[in-house]
């Protein structure tokens, strides 16, 4: 669930500039030029629009009637319209602060990020004139949104420039969290979520946010009474409860499962509510109930490849282990970056006869996590069910230095197949 605030707090249609542009013109506007601006203080978009397409039939190259007819375009949301007029009008005058900010913004909500980053860098070199700096740090803040998911220190950067120029917004410390967490400052991002919610208690983004940094800090002590708190004041909430319960199946305490369970009931066709709840019946034993939910969800999502790996987990459980084999190479395939699809392919794969299969998937597993016991008991009964015997009985070996007697009857068979292994 997404907890910051809406794009379009920073993104939408741009407040009016043509004062500002008056003021920095040299020569009045041709006459038509100003009827249509009189149409535009009065929202009157049609007859504005049907003003400034006649005067520019005459005149292609006027900036300004340009940008007031993308503008005027823009309010009545023809935003392809308005983003070529937008362009004319920066062509006209590549200097426009207006008319870059304008088109920036507006290709920042058609989702083009990387076309509104040129133009929203280029408004960020510009005298901005009588706009004034607000407007600039306007700019700076829509880039700092632009680069928050792939460049966390860009966005930071970005938002300091902003804060440069104008007071720090509810909306300035959402995102200043947001960041600190993307590069794992909890700290900080904490700090940011308690400046919010001494202002606001019971901001939901705050609420949510710092629940989330404490989780990841797995401070779940801390984070189950910050929560309890926070849920007497909005009882009804969904994403404060489910991250209460997991925090409380984290914790492994078995409240966890009803109050999941009374969330799904509230929220049925939730799916992160139900692949939470599917997860947590999981945990607490009841497999049946968790491949149930995991079915529904993946009557949805065939290809969603966790949804894959706790299916065939829950058939591992069961002991239906060719359809175990087939959930778990289906999950590797569509990712092949997961270690739990691998080792699920890789267990599956033994209890179907694979050996060739375990070795493929413990090989691409180990590129990920390091061997453990389990593991290397596989690679070794793989190897020796292979007459591999050199591989047979180093793993058998590796698996008894790291065993240490947690896993007996696997140290038995591993013992009889090295008295066997090492006299040939």
């Keep these: 669930m997404h907890r910051f605030a809406s794009l379009l707090v920073f993104l939408a249609f741009p407040t009016a500039f043509l004062a500002q542009q008056t003021a920095s013109t040299n020569n009045a506007p041709a006459q038509e030029v100003q009827d ?3 149409a535009i203080s009065q929202s009157n978009w049609k007859a504005a629009s049907d003003k400034l397409n006649a005067y520019l039939a005459a005149h292609p190259s006027d900036a300004r009637a340009l940008f007031d007819a993308g503008y005027a375009a823009d309010a009545q949301n023809h935003l392809d319209e308005a983003a070529a007029l937008y362009r004319r009008a920066v062509d006209a005058n590549n200097t426009s602060f207006e008319a870059h900010l304008s088109l920036g913004l507006l290709l920042a909500r058609q989702n083009k990020p990387e076309e509104a980053r040129t133009e929203l860098t280029a408004a960020t070199k510009l005298d901005p004139g009588d706009a004034g700096p607000a407007l600039k740090a306007r700019a700076w803040r829509a880039l700092a949104q632009i680069d928050r998911t792939t460049d966390p220190a860009a966005a930071s950067n970005d938002l300091i420039e902003a804060l440069k120029m104008s007071p720090e917004t509810p909306d300035d410390t959402l995102l200043a969290a947001e960041l600190a967490e993307q590069t794992n400052d909890y700290d900080s991002a904490a700090a940011a979520y308690k400046r919010l919610l001494a202002k606001d208690p019971k901001s939901p983004e705050a609420n949510a946010g710092l629940a989330h940094v404490l989780i990841a800090q ?10 309890r708190t926070a849920l007497q004041s909005s009882p009804d909430d969904p994403a404060l409860t489910a991250q209460l319960a997991t925090v409380l199946a984290a914790e492994n305490k078995a409240e966890a499962v009803p109050l999941l369970q009374k969330l799904h009931t509230a929220h049925p066709d939730n ?4 692949r939470m709840l599917a997860e947590v019946l ?7 109930g968790s491949d149930q939910l995991y079915t529904h969800l993946l009557a949805d999502s065939p290809r969603d490849p966790d949804l894959l ?6 058939l591992i459980r069961q002991l239906h282990y060719a359809e175990a084999y087939q ?8 990712a092949p970056s997961n270690p739990d699809a691998w ?3 890789a267990f599956a794969a033994s209890k179907t006869n694979r050996p060739s ?6 090989t691409v597993r180990v590129k990920f996590l390091p061997d453990n016991p389990s593991t290397y008991f596989l690679w070794a009964t793989s190897y020796d069910a292979m007459h591999d015997r050199a591989n047979a009985v180093s793993y058998y070996h590796h698996f008894l230095d790291a065993a240490k007697g947690g896993f007996p009857d696997q140290e038995w068979q591993a013992r009889q197949r090295l008295q066997l292994l090492e006299k040939k």
């Design 327 to 334: 959930a778990f190479s289906q999950a590797s395939q569509l």
């Design 271 to 274: 799916a992160a509510i139900t």
């Design 309 to 314: 790996i706790g299916h065939g987990q829950n």
């Design 282 to 288: 999981s945990e607490a034993g009841d497999i049946t």
């Design 218 to 227: 797995k401070k779940y002590a801390d984070a189950e009474t910050f929560l």
């Design 357 to 362: 299969v375990v070795i493929q998937a413990l």
């Design 36 to 38: 249509a601006e009189a």
């Design 343 to 345: 080792s699920g392919l």
